[in-house]
């Protein structure tokens, strides 16, 4: 048989069925919102893997079309992947290599529309600017000066600076403007890094527009 609260108890009874009956019901629906959240955020992630999961697949296919040298095959593969899971890093990967091959096999036109999804829609800065980085290339070579241009001013990643300057210079220099082309070289030059051995031909490409860049001990020897 229950044993009767005694007034201090029964007084906490009261007191507590006064404050559910106050906010039982806002309690619960924030429980049931947290329980929503951590549900949506387990299920977002599970979405997210089962996603880069099949992208990676996919990506796996064109790597073989692409050792293959099948630029058709790489591109459908690459339309697939870009419009079933366009904001993995799949996407972004595949649209270089898909780029790569097409470009190989010809198809240039098929090339820049490749590199101009990757330079467009790209989540990281790195992979917009390798894409723009070829991209004006394809257009140096078809004579688009303009385009190629555009492009360079929007490669913004700081690790590929040297490269952009120095791909500017060959766009200038194919334009006929051997001194605005002599200061991209100029700043490739002074950017990159001395250790990498493609420094080496922009100080030839400056040499041949009369600028060669001082010996590194001479220049060592001028900054003290």
Known sequence: MAQPLDLQEQEQLDALK????????????????????YAGWNGWRWWQRDQAAKAAAMFAQLEQAAQAGDAQRSGQIFNDLKERYPRTVYAEQAGLMAARVQFDRGQADAAQASLAWVADHASE??????????????????????????????????????????????????????????????????????????????????TALGAAPAPAAKASEAAQ
Not at 18 to 37: E, H, P
Not at 174 to 182: E, F, L, N, S, V
């Open 18 to 37: 006064s404050f559910w009956k106050t906010y039982g019901n806002l309690i619960t629906w924030a429980l049931v919102a947290a329980l929503a959240v």
């Open 125 to 206: 800065d790195e992979y917009k600017t390798v894409a723009r980085l070829r991209l004006a290339g394809l257009l140096l070579q078809a004579k688009d000066f303009d385009g190629a241009l555009k492009q360079l001013d929007a490669a913004k990643a700081p690790t590929f600076e040297a490269l952009v300057a120095d791909r500017r210079g060959d766009v200038l220099l194919a334009q006929g403007k051997p001194a605005d082309a002599r200061a991209a070289y100029q700043t490739a030059w002074k950017t990159m890094d001395d250790k990498v051995e493609y420094r080496q031909l922009i100080g030839a490409k400056l």
